[in-house]
């Protein structure tokens, strides 16, 4: 696929996804919740988590912001659930390597529909908004 017709399908994507409802809402069964604002852009975004033993088993998001921090808030919701909680950080590691731009297309395949942010790296000031979810997941470990 033409490079530029890949950027229109990630483009797209990340519209949908932003103004998406499935992965939003209260998730009354939370075991962990975590709020995290970016300051630099106005985004702000609660990571609620119901761990059951090691599993994700579910994973919803409530939140304003940029369409890059809501998109990417849902498509880890999305790539996050079921998952268990190790498998769930090598997924974000992964998404911070695809941020810095650190990773081969091939390393990158497990993190699908996130891949449609792997352009956010061109622009330093948007890094921020597009790990902002995946930062708040990550407090999980702490
Ligand atoms: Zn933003």
């Not at 630099?40 to 975004?45: F, L, R, W």
Request: net charge neutral; aromatic share 4%; proline share 2%.
């Amino acid at each position: 696929m033409a490079s530029s017709k890949l950027e229109k399908l990630y483009r797209t994507l990340i519209i949908e996804e932003s103004r998406s409802e499935k992965n939003r809402g209260e998730l009354k069964e939370a075991t962990h919740a975590f709020e995290l604002l970016n300051p630099s852009c106005g985004d702000v975004v609660l990571v609620q988590i119901q761990l059951s033993g090691d599993i994700v088993q579910e994973v919803l998001f409530q939140g304003e912001g940029c369409a890059i921090s809501m998109a990417s808030a849902s498509i880890m919701c999305d790539l996050l659930r079921g998952k268990t909680l190790s498998e769930a950080n090598q997924l974000i590691e992964l998404f911070n390597k695809l941020m810095t731009g650190d990773l081969s297309k091939k390393d990158a395949k497990p993190l699908h529909d996130a891949l449609a942010l792997s352009g956010v790296r061109q622009f330093p000031t948007r890094i921020r908004c597009a790990t902002l979810a995946w930062k708040a997941f990550d407090k999980v470990n702490e």
